[in-house]
């Protein structure tokens, strides 16, 4: 929740190959729980300890990659208030209508310098985490459904302009950046982490030439045991795993990189560190974007480099 | 950090009867860091990764408890709003002056109807986590030393009047309530327990005949094998545990309670869910007052209930 | 694995009041896999990853306890001169045929100077533990039905001359005392810990005038997270805990203690050293006692000392 | 513990380049602790929980690998037994007198048939773990110096001839193999791994044209949390990590392989299940070596297959 109404990421509408490996993966695999299909042939899920109806939504479509990615508001006036800041900033906005997603209410939809299409919402039915409002246990069976994620916790693009990207999220939304990695210019940002939150991320971003592409959406687990369970598991069900267990320099999260059947890249990670507006950003040196990415290894691989959906 | 400005926990002034002890306590078995002892006799300790110059400070008294507990807000403006927002509130407010603690701007402050005093301040000198803000490593071994908590994290405190609190902090400094335990009548608050961040809980108040007193200071942990190593580590240093490790039921996070060498509780904790104003509270009822404190007993101890500094 | 070819506790015959009541608390909550019923009524357990048929086994009775507790042997002739070494010691020895239990071989039953009946066998079944034995997953779902322990590791039981029973152990069976706690005289034990392999216990003895007695069944689990875990399943399930989770200051293992319907206790642990025959008996003084079974609180509460079934 | 008397895995006299820098890795970053250094300019070490002398002893030269790797046995008549087991199935023994290493009794030298050098001896000198035999707390100090492994666990030798190993130390030494990996004509092993107690490998072959390679030396931690905190500090001291965190479809074990100065590799693992001999051994095709040996990645390094000492 940034100090201008934006809570948290929402959802992602994600486009997949084929629509029946992709409820597979994300519904037996990383144990989403589906809840519902829509006319267009959408399928939504949700993680077990979200209580918003939906935070994934598959498409099926001819190319993998990322629709849109959505913030909830913290209410209809917040959204209002973006809406038409936004405007005012010279960002063009759309309003797609209540009920074009299942059990979500208005959306406001904008494109971002980096060509990626975001949307803003104040309305999501709560269907609840499975427990009763009133003397809940810890936690339900569905927590081990699967890799079972707590929550779809934030994504990292890739595009053009992550300067222009960084202007609005901070000047409009309320973003704040947390970490940064600086080309050999010592000037220009090859990444950037912002949260609207106290997370180390809400969201991130890579400079890249070709628009509006996916790197990866981000679940976020228990613990570090967690992220040893979820290895095995897609070990079991041959997941293709990126790289991973290992930790993050950027957010010290603790992190599998995996891919989904149509190649969308997908992370399961725990932990970080939690910060807010007043602390000084970190910077990391292109030198040193190794350990940034992974402390262990302190290099990057191949694959996390290259592909991107 | 909530929608009004206010960041986060920032310091609690807490009174020990002996002041050596109570050094040892904080800094070799807590192993919080010691960074200054002002005119008054006071110490100023901080968490290993926290980056502001202190969050606990020690004053020598007649009797233990706790002198004030302060947030940090946004900055100058956010401050000056506030404290303006108070006094129309009707809370009468004082200014101490910068300075007064070593390396902290000016504070305002004001008592909550608890009896409690609380303060608000926009400023303390960024000294850091050990590590440089330009390629750092993921931890210190800091990250070792003691007990070694992450930050500050909340309190949790007894006193009349709590529907006055709650009230006062919804409304003028943009908390919201997560969870919260009634009485038989059904709609009588015995606890509640607020956020200004997504975090399961910023503070929280117990019903109280006695006004302004202290149940617990917690401390943050990383994982549940750092809880462990929390309940080893008093144990070697013969620290009186009250209960635990254990899970609470409120907030879910994982827990020991213990005492500082002047009888005040301290709580080490890791986990819990994160919330966001729009999720609903969270009820329990009087009758299961039991696992709503302690999960995994399913009843109170005697400790738990009577004893308050 | 001893030297003198005893490998591991095998199984445990354990009465309770109802039966119905004890294969939901053994199959659904402790999590074991249910085996096989036989035509006395007897209800057969295995957990996950054991290999033979069956490690509990129920009987239904008026009083709760303990009938047997039984132990593999590495082979039938290891079998045949364990029996003429116990007949020579002085013990006499029965034998029960093979199939008495379930894929059970013969076994070789006997009085312990407690007054427990021990067992010695060499053959049960090998089931497997759900995985092949060609080209196995790293676990199966089964490791997550329940509390789901590992296996079945030891027990502690309580009766009279258990100075006899160690000389018994080591001299014949091949046992060698890991740790021990002395009464105040400095000389007679109140308890000792024996080992039969590298395990910190294999089994383990507490002085009481009363022979025949179970103090508690215990059940390995992989991590302290899981002890986390099945304190939490435990209070879902109105399990009535002991104390817990906390560490044991003999053999450092990470403890829940609780009881099952019928009264008798259980334990679920993790972790605990390993040692060897050469190593030197680690000694408690009675004095303290406390932190030598309950590390954190460093005092026994009234339960462990007051209930055996 | 085996049946015929062989303990454990006691010590590796391991090659180093550079004596320095193998002590500031040993010592240092590894964490384990010197406990003397001989008139020959070997330096010895032992893990903070080992009770003997020393386990790893470091040797200059001018190639690095493994000098030696022993075995302790249960006592001194076992010594003399299996010396003259060793010579009657025709293995030309050595002896090495008493004092040769410091504070370790004589030792019984013999190569096996994949060109490396074993010993065995009775005698090594218990310097204890830093905790009295009276009333230990649960851990110490050292438990946190560097990576701090609990022991040095087993190793993994290349070499050719292993099913003449294998006979050796089934026939004579009383091992049981737990695992093996079997090559394409579905006969020969590629890979065997042996156990003398119950854990899953005291010690572990592959088939490999040149004698008296190492693998690795391999050293145990407690949790899969000590295995991440063991990657962190590798990367804080700049160790070339060869893969992990990751677990091994063989044994499960959590594991971390890395190298020391000198190009030797090291593990560092956590985990893995406890077997018997009377367990099948578990089978890996060649064409799922892959998982068999990196569970999660279910492929082979570069590294792994080409590197050894």
């Known amino acids: 929740m940034g ?9 992602a509408q994600i486009r997949v190959l084929d629509l029946e490996e992709g409820i597979h993966h994300y519904g037996k695999v990383l144990g989403l729980l589906e809840t519902g299909r829509d006319k267009q042939g ?13 935070s994934v939504v598959l498409r099926q479509a001819d190319r993998a990659g990322l629709d849109h990615f959505a913030f909830k508001v913290a209410n209809k006036a917040t959204l209002e208030k973006l809406d038409s ?3 005012a900033y010279g960002v063009p906005t759309e309003r797609i209508p209540a009920g074009e997603m299942l059990e979500t209410g208005e959306r406001v939809r904008f494109q971002i310098p980096s060509g990626h299409i975001f949307e803003l919402y104040a309305e999501k039915k709560d269907v609840g985490n499975g ?26 693009l890739y595009g053009p302009d992550i300067e222009k ?5 901070e000047e409009v939304l309320g973003f704040y950046v947390t970490e940064h990695v600086v080309l050999e210019d010592g000037k220009t940002d090859l990444a950037i982490f912002l949260s609207t939150s106290i997370k180390a991320h809400d969201i991130a971003f890579v400079r890249h030439p070709e628009p509006g592409k996916l790197h990866h ?8 045991e967690k992220v040893l369970r979820a290895a095995d598991l897609m070990s079991m069900a041959r997941v293709s795993i990126d790289i991973g267990p290992t930790r993050h320099g950027i957010t010290r999260g603790e992190t599998i990189y995996a891919f ?9 990670f725990a932990g970080g560190y939690q910060t807010y507006p007043d602390c000084q950003p970190i910077k990391w040196t292109i030198d040193q974007v190794g350990p940034a990415i992974f402390y262990h ?9 290259s592909v991107v959906t």
Chains 1, 2, 3, 4 share one sequence.
Request: with cysteine.
């Open 42 to 54: 959408r399928v939504y899920f949700k993680a077990w300890d979200e209580r918003d109806h939906n």
């Open 260 to 268: 989904d059947p149509s190649g969308n890249r997908f992370e399961t």
């Open 85 to 87: 800041d936004l405007r």
């Open 297 to 305: 290894d302190r290099k990057l691989n191949e694959a996390f480099l």
């Open 3 to 11: 100090m201008n109404g934006v809570l948290r990421p929402g959802h």
């Open 165 to 169: 990207v960084q202007k609005l999220l």
């Open 217 to 224: 959406i981000s679940f976020l687990l228990d613990s570090w």
């Open 131 to 156: 427990m009763p409002y009133v003397n809940p246990e810890a936690w339900v069976p569905a927590a081990e459904h699967g890799i079972a994620p707590i929550r779809m916790d934030h994504c990292l």
